[in-house]
């Protein structure tokens, strides 16, 4: 099957009645969430800031920032490079030991004000068909530059992390349509990198290089 | 009347084709929302240009107001104050009249499959599903983040008997054992607090008011309320202004029914007479246009809150472009990215810094405005609160984590 039919996901985003006013608290709510929470807190924020760059930092990181003001922990979990996880369990994990080890060297006494608690959230994904498909890389290219946001981080972001599927899903049919080439190299792209629209340029651009 | 469409060029058409696919899969459903006003308040607002919308989308979508009279109002005034933390008294005979109420109403409907139930008044009608069954959702547009505890306790009874509630902002979840679902208030582009003006439409305003367009104009339009802190406004205006030429607009509604509201706004009336640069316009409830222009026409808007519910009037400022500061409180964070949508304050000195730093760069300033613009068409526009409602609905039939629709 050569065609390609873009999708496109839609969140409703599902509050966890689970708060942290300090990082002990925050380590404990990373613990127990669900793989769909973590998820959210690290890429929710990519879909409401596409257009800006450098893009904003995951929620986590944020948060130590600015209310519980520790450019320690800010900064560190600002750092963590989520391109480089393969699944959302380790990815868990190296967030787990940021905090961790920044609660035992410097404790969880700092507490965000009141009203600035970490409030967990995840969301429950539906995924839509759109009326595109395509079958040639030809196509394919005609037809990016109208996909919307959600479809191209649908297919970027979802398909590797929160589908499970290990990459994305262009670089699968690039493959499937026997261009092992353009797959690696859209695979290799770091989508954290780009605002959404400067994604869409830069797929555009290599796909047309083997069109 | 607006048509679906109308919005597709301000947030794409693949968006409006979503809405359609997503209301495609509520086909056959009967979708009821129940409040206790069709005229008055944000809630009657909201329904009123949203459900036109949801009927163009080929929804079977229906809109019912239960029947109460002054003694059940006035109890349910008690619910909504206690919500919001204030303390108020409520006896069982208060109680006993609210179910009545209640239960009367409940005889009268003929509930939809998807019953959703908005804000206190009519939250007893869920005692019905006993014996009618389908699917029920509580919305709560309040803030309840500090409820009053009698109050809340008597709530949270029929709560629990809903499949999920649903609230405007992350801090006013609560310890429930149904689903709590996260659904943001939002703004219509189209109406005349938020479309397009003509340059001639804002100097007029500018010029009615004696303001002078010419130099920085900041501005926050709110209440003249203890809570929208405008005497907070004045100082950092004052702090400001000893190294930034400005002038400061304060425009809004009359007092409310917050005691220190007359002394608010003579403190206010005080300040500005001492000092020409400093307008103070109270605007009756059909002002939306003038509005409009207000925040079209100013260099910098502010929300300088101390507490807020979810602070509407930041998602206007900012889908038009403007830098704000705003008070870090309510729904404001969800507005704003400090330093990227625009700026997050906790004090009055922090905010007559970045009103100093905003008026001295206004390209810096622009940025946070364009940055903000897009952040709302992203989600805060009415097509996105559509489409959380439409899979709202879709979430009482589907439970996974992931929901594939081919």
């Not at chain 1, 709510?29 to 959210?40: E, T």
């Not at chain 1, 262009?170 to 080439?181: D, Q, T, V």
């Not at chain 2, 390209?363 to 405005?369: H, I, K, S, Y």
Request: glycine fraction near 6%; aromatic fraction near 10%; charge should be neutral.
């Amino acid at each position: 099957m050569n065609e390609f039919r873009f999708y496109s996901k839609l969140d409703l985003t599902v509050l966890l009645g689970r708060r942290a006013k300090n990082s002990r608290q925050l380590l404990e709510g990373l613990r127990h969430v669900p793989d769909a929470s973590i998820y959210f807190h690290t890429h929710k924020f990519l879909l409401q800031y596409h257009y800006v760059t450098p893009v904003p930092p995951n929620d986590f990181a944020q948060w130590a920032l600015l209310s519980l003001n520790d450019d320690l922990l800010g900064e560190r979990l600002s750092s963590i490079d989520v391109v480089q996880y393969g699944n959302l369990g380790d990815l868990r994990a190296s967030i787990m030991k940021v905090v961790e080890e920044h609660v035992e060297a410097n404790g969880s006494r700092r507490e965000c004000p009141p009203g600035e608690e970490f409030h967990f959230m995840a969301s429950q994904a539906f995924i839509v068909p759109t009326p595109i498909v395509v079958h040639t890389l030809q196509e394919f290219a005609a037809h990016l530059e109208h996909v919307s946001l959600n479809s191209l981080y649908h297919h970027m972001f979802d398909a590797r992390l929160r589908l499970g599927r290990g990459e994305n899903d262009f670089s699968a049919w690039f493959r499937g349509i026997g261009k092992p080439e353009l797959a690696e190299e859209v695979k290799k792209l770091d989508p954290y990198l780009h605002t959404l629209e400067g994604l869409r340029k830069r797929l555009a651009v290599l796909v047309r290089r083997y069109a | 009347m607006l048509r679906i469409e109308d919005y597709s060029p301000i947030v794409g058409q693949a968006m409006i084709y979503e809405l359609f696919r997503l209301a495609r899969q509520l086909e056959g459903k009967k979708i009821q929302n129940i409040n206790s006003t069709a005229v008055g308040g944000g809630v009657a607002e909201i329904l009123s240009r949203m459900m036109p919308l949801l009927k163009q989308l080929g929804l079977d979508a229906h809109w019912d107001v239960i029947k109460g009279n002054e003694k059940f109002y006035a109890v349910t005034k008690k619910f909504h104050n206690g919500l919001h933390g204030v303390p108020v008294e409520v006896s069982q005979e208060d109680l006993d009249w609210f179910l009545e109420v209640n239960r009367e109403n409940a005889e009268q409907f003929e509930f939809g499959d998807i019953v959703f139930v908005h804000d206190p008044q009519p939250i007893a009608l869920i005692e019905k599903r006993a014996s009618v069954g389908r699917n029920w959702v509580w919305r709560c547009h309040i803030d309840s983040s500090q409820p009053n505890k009698t109050i809340w306790k008597f709530l949270e009874r029929y709560i629990a008997m809903y499949d999920a509630a649903v609230f405007s902002a992350p801090a006013f979840e609560a310890r429930l054992p149904i689903r709590q679902i996260l659904i943001s208030p939002s703004i219509d582009p189209l109406s005349d607090k938020n479309k397009d003006l003509p340059e001639e439409v804002i100097n007029a305003v500018f010029e009615k008011y004696g303001i002078d367009r010419n130099r920085p104009v900041i501005t926050q339009i709110s209440r003249f309320d203890f809570l929208k802190d405008p005497l907070g406004v004045i100082k950092a205006y004052k702090m400001a202004k000893g190294s930034v030429d400005m002038q400061l607009v304060l425009a809004g509604g009359g007092a409310t029914d917050d005691p220190e509201g007359p002394m608010i706004m003579e403190q206010v009336k005080a300040e500005a007479d001492k000092d020409k640069d400093i307008f103070v316009l109270f605007l009756p409830p059909s002002s939306d246009l003038e509005i409009n222009a207000l925040q079209r026409g100013s260099t910098i808007v502010l929300q300088k809150s101390l507490r807020e519910g979810f602070g509407l009037t930041v998602s206007e400022a900012l889908w038009k472009g403007k830098p704000v500061i705003a008070g870090a409180v309510g729904g404001i964070p969800l507005q704003i990215r400090h330093q990227y949508s625009g700026i997050l304050t906790h004090s009055i000195e922090g905010t007559a810094q970045w009103i100093k730093r905003l008026v001295s760069e206004p390209e810096f300033a622009a940025r946070l405005g364009a940055n903000g613009r897009e952040h709302i068409r992203n989600n805060f526009l009415i097509t996105r609160h559509i489409k959380d409602y439409l899979l709202l609905f879709l979430s009482l039939f589907y439970s996974d984590d992931i929901v594939h629709f081919s």
